[in-house]
């Protein structure tokens, strides 16, 4: 990942936390920062105005935005709405500095190459806790008919005719469906002049919402057991959409609220919308989720249980998650074990985690837990967006003062997330962010 200035002044900036205290109440969740990228992709390829709704206020999107804007669309950014009017010219680059920051850059490039029928686009940014491979979207837009090459650290793809023609991908990779490799390959889709047929796709909903975006622009997709079949057309339909409830951010704080023995009434989430491979790892914790008329609700739980889990593609526990339930499986009684799955490894939060007096191990893809452990205040370094989170509960368990340092994978997917611990009870302060 390139850091910019911004990234700079975030990288010295610290989290305080003075924890030991239940974390109760109620708070709205933001939109989801992985549907909201994707959906900012699909956007180029409306060939009319889209507003969304519900648009988290992070840095990811801040970037997106303006990644937007140097291909040539009207963006007009608001309080939690993105509204884009279509590029009459679009300039086929996924700007080469701000697509590094990212991570949904190779999803942009098919929606520039489906669209202007070629692009160029470095490779993607994002978090880097381990190798993170796109051939399968570089397949897809060869399937699609596209001259894929690669320069160093640039790509660049073009259609000889100037567009996509219908075909045949898939997007399997040796962790499950690649959810980025299936949106790439729906866009790429969209504007193919016939039926194409993606294979094993990822049904997170990022790629639901997506297809849902491009279905209500007249693509006609449908899912069944041999994968996404998309008929593309010519022209795009926009439109106004509501960016779906965080649930990550959701999972994370009702984690942090069970890990201090508090609970928390989430707005603008139910219950069904979180994955079952989380509400069944999380029963058999011990933290039930209720529905409410507006959201979901967790009631205080007196003692976590240890448990054995993986990761894996949805509707399973999401690898989002991992690093979250880590910290908060060293208040549950036995030894857990969580295998991730989805990356062959995602551990930066074990080493950080022990500063704060936790028994935990990792090998490869496997951590193991112990608990529970009275946490006590340390200072730690976060290197990753849910690893920042992971720590801040951790923070949040100890009674002593903490400091966490790696405020900008903070900002980069949470809008509010200091300001609803806060609302729970919290006692967290941040260094001036200039
Ligand atoms: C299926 C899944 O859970 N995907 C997660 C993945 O999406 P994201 O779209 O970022 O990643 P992918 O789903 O594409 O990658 C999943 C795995 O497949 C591998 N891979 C991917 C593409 C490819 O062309 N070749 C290849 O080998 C990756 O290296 C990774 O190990 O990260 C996001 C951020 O953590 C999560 O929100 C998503 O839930
Ligand atoms: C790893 C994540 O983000 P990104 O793919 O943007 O790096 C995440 O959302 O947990």
């Known amino acids: 990942m390139t850091t910019s200035p911004r990234?700079?002044?975030?990288?010295?900036?610290?989290i305080r936390i003075s924890g030991g205290r239940p974390l109760t109440g109620r708070i709205a969740v933001q939109g989801s920062k992985n549907i909201a990228l994707h959906l900012y992709a699909a956007i180029l390829l409306a060939d009319e105005p889209v507003t969304l709704h519900r648009t988290p206020n992070i840095i990811d999107t801040q970037v997106c935005a303006r990644i937007l804007r140097r291909i040539g669309a009207d963006v007009e950014e608001g309080d939690e709405r993105f509204a884009v009017t279509p590029a009459n010219v679009v300039e086929p680059v996924v700007d080469l500095e701000l697509g590094r920051r990212v991570r949904t850059t190779a999803v942009l490039g098919a929606a520039v190459l489906s669209r202007a029928g070629r692009v160029t686009f470095p490779l993607p940014g994002g978090d880097a806790f381990c190798p993170r491979y796109i051939d399968r979207h570089l397949a897809a837009m060869s399937a699609a008919g596209a001259e894929?090459?690669?320069?160093g650290d640039r790509i660049r793809a073009s259609f000889d005719n100037g567009c996509p023609r219908p075909f045949r991908t898939d997007v399997d990779t040796r962790y499950g469906p690649s959810l980025g490799a299936t949106v790439s390959a729906l866009l790429l889709a969209a504007r193919a002049p016939g039926t194409s047929l993606i294979t094993h796709p990822s049904i997170e909903p990022e790629v639901l919402d997506t297809a849902q975006f491009l279905a209500s622009g007249g693509v006609d997709i449908t899912l069944d057991h041999e994968g996404l079949h998309v008929t593309g057309t010519d022209r795009v339909g926009g439109g106004v959409f509501t960016v779906a409830g965080d649930r990550i951010e959701a999972a994370t704080m009702l984690m942090a609220a069970a890990a201090t023995g508090g609970n928390v009434h989430l707005e603008g989430i139910i219950p069904a919308e979180f994955p079952e491979g989380l509400v069944s790892v999380l029963a058999d914790a011990g933290i039930a989720l209720h529905a409410t008329p507006c959201g979901t609700y967790t009631m205080p739980c007196h003692e976590l249980t240890a448990v054995y889990t993986a990761t894996g593609p949805h509707p399973g526990l999401p690898t989002d998650t991992q690093p979250q339930?880590?910290?908060l499986l060293t208040q549950a009684r036995g030894v857990s074990r969580i295998e991730e799955r989805v990356y062959p490894r995602r551990d930066t939060h074990v080493a950080e985690l022990r500063r704060f007096g936790a028994i935990l191990s990792s090998t490869d893809h496997r951590i193991s837990v112990h608990g529970p452990i009275r946490l006590h205040g340390a200072?730690?370094?976060?290197?990753?967006?849910?690893?920042?989170?992971?720590?801040v509960i951790a923070a949040l368990i100890?009674?002593?003062p903490s400091t966490i340092r790696g405020m900008y994978h903070l900002r980069r997917g949470y809008g509010r997330l200091l300001a609803n611990l806060a609302t729970l009870g919290a006692d967290i302060s941040t260094d001036q962010e200039t």
């Open 148 to 151: 894929v090459s690669i320069e």
């Open 379 to 391: 200072e730690a370094q976060a290197e990753d967006i849910r690893a920042v989170t992971a720590l």
């Open 398 to 400: 100890a009674p002593e």
């Open 7 to 14: 990234a700079a002044r975030y990288a010295a900036a610290a």
């Open 325 to 327: 339930l880590t910290a």
